[in-house]
Every structure is written in structure tokens, then in C-alpha cells.
């Protein structure tokens, strides 16, 4: 049976839950509305970690290609308790830049951290992004072969006092359980994870062999998935790592960007 109801909150009004707002960049901040006790974040997640350049030589006996960046941490359908009139302060993690180099490191960067706190409630979340995939061990023309790392996951930190059970009024001004909520990207209700490592891809044997970049980490438990690794290289999405570039033979090196952090959240009233 569908409940219908009139909410009465401290503001003396009604209180049905209201629009989503998205945030997939930069930092600020924004107030909790009267009548509201808690906000539902659909989305939010690290950026993603930028891949490696894949490599070629000349007298090296193989070939490289290049690693995928790791994903960010993730929330998908979760209710934190805030105080209605406090200011909320964001950030949105920056996605990773692709890490270029050849025979040594040049460039390219971690996914940013996505976060939020509150004025009174203190830290609510904090979502690491993936790291970058690196060289860690220089080859050369000549070689030797470079020894590469796989971008790694960013680490999910979770303060806020998250709500579980209750019911609140939807936009429709129908009285629902909280459980209801499972239109984020994992599909399931009060989610939250690490992110995901991208691809190790190292070598292959012989002069002129293909080899192809690592994927990077897929993000929101595996629901978004990395960019590719080359041939077919494409950026990260929605906090998932960059892929890594293959050796020429194998599609070309070049490596692609992580995908940026996201926060997207409405306001309830959970009774």
C-alpha cells in the first residue's frame, strides 16, 4: 500500500525530498534547507588516477606498454544525518592527467580527493582519488625493458552518521522507506567502497612485439568501467582510471586521463 502524508519539520512546513543537485567539479559550499535532516547522496567518487605512456626501442629484445590508473573511492545511495540551516562544504576530486613519459616519469598526476563536511556535523566523507600509473624502474632506447606500476585504488573514509531505516517523503508526496533509494550507480541502498587498482601491463619478448595498455580501475564497484587501455585508448569516466598506451606495434602509446570525481545529492527529511 502507498502511504501519503503531511510532514511537519522545525520549520513548521512540509518537507518531500527535493530535486538533485550534481556537482562534477571545483569546491564551494551550500545550505541545508529548513525542514531537512539528512541528504542522500546518490553519487559521489574520486577522480580517477591518469595512465601510462606505452614505449618502444630499438635493440631492447620487447616491447612496453603502459599501466592503467586506479579508481576513486565511491558512495552510491547513502543518508547522512546533517542539521537543518548548516553550511555543507564540498569538493570535487580532479580527474588524473595521463603520465607521458617514456623511459622515465614526465607528468601527469593522482585523481583529486572528493569530500564533504559540515559546519556543525564535521567531516562527513572523504573519497580518495586512484593514483597514477607510474614507471618505477627506467628503461632507455637501448634498454633495458622498463618495469612499470599499476595505478591504485583511493581509500574511502566515511565520518558522517549514516541512516539506514526510516521514512521520508518523496518528491511525489509519498511517505517511502529510505531503503527505496537504489537509483545510484551500484543499485543498491547505504553503499560505500575503496576504489579499484587499474591494469598492471608490463612487456612482451622480441623486437617490435604488440602489446597492449592496461584498462584502468573501474569505479563504483565495478559498475563504471575504466578507459581503455591502446589500441582503442579512452579517458576514465566518473572517477575510473585512464588507460594505458601499448607499444607502437601494438596500437600506438599514448595514454588517457582519469575520469573526474561527482557528487550529486538532494535533501530529506527522515523520520
Keep these: 500500500m502507498t502511504h501519503y502524508a503531511i510532514l511537519i519539520g522545525s520549520a513548521g512546513i512540509s518537507f518531500p525530498a527535493t530535486s538533485f543537485v550534481t556537482e562534477n567539479s571545483g569546491s564551494g559550499t551550500f545550505t541545508v534547507p529548513q525542514g531537512a535532516n539528512a541528504i542522500h547522496i546518490q553519487a559521489g567518487v574520486g577522480g580517477g588516477g591518469g595512465g601510462l605512456r606505452g614505449v618502444d626501442y630499438d635493440k631492447a629484445g620487447g616491447e612496453s606498454a603502459g599501466s592503467g590508473g586506479g579508481s576513486g573511492a565511491f558512495i552510491s545511495d547513502k543518508i547522512f544525518s546533517v542539521v537543518e540551516g548548516e553550511t555543507l562544504t564540498y569538493a570535487v576530486g580532479s580527474a588524473g592527467e595521463a603520465n607521458l613519459g617514456a623511459y622515465s616519469n614526465s607528468g601527469g598526476s593522482d585523481g583529486g580527493t572528493t569530500s564533504l563536511s559540515g559546519s556543525n556535523t564535521g567531516s562527513i566523507f572523504s573519497l580518495a582519488g586512484g593514483t597514477l600509473a607510474t614507471i618505477t624502474s627506467n628503461g632507455g632506447v637501448q634498454g633495458p625493458l622498463r618495469q612499470n606500476t599499476n595505478g591504485l585504488a583511493g581509500t574511502a573514509t566515511i565520518s558522517g552518521s549514516s541512516i539506514t531505516s526510516g521514512d521520508f517523503l518523496n518528491s511525489s508526496n509519498q511517505l517511502v522507506d529510505v531503503t527505496t533509494n537504489t537509483s545510484g550507480p551500484v543499485g543498491t541502498f547505504n553503499s ?6 587499474g591494469i598492471l601491463s608490463g612487456n612482451c619478448g622480441g623486437d617490435n612485439c604488440a602489446i597492449t ?59
Design 213 to 271: 595498455g592496461g584498462d584502468g580501475g573501474a569505479s563504483f564497484s565495478g559498475n563504471i568501467a575504466g578507459g581503455s587501455g591502446a589500441p582503442g585508448v579512452s579517458d576514465g569516466t566518473r572517477g575510473s582510471g585512464g588507460g594505458g598506451g601499448s607499444s607502437n606495434a601494438g596500437g600506438g602509446p599514448t595514454p588517457s586521463d582519469g575520469g573526474s570525481g561527482q557528487i550529486i545529492y538532494r535533501f530529506i527529511r527522515v523520520l
Design 192 to 197: 560505500s567502497g575503496d576504489g579499484a587498482n
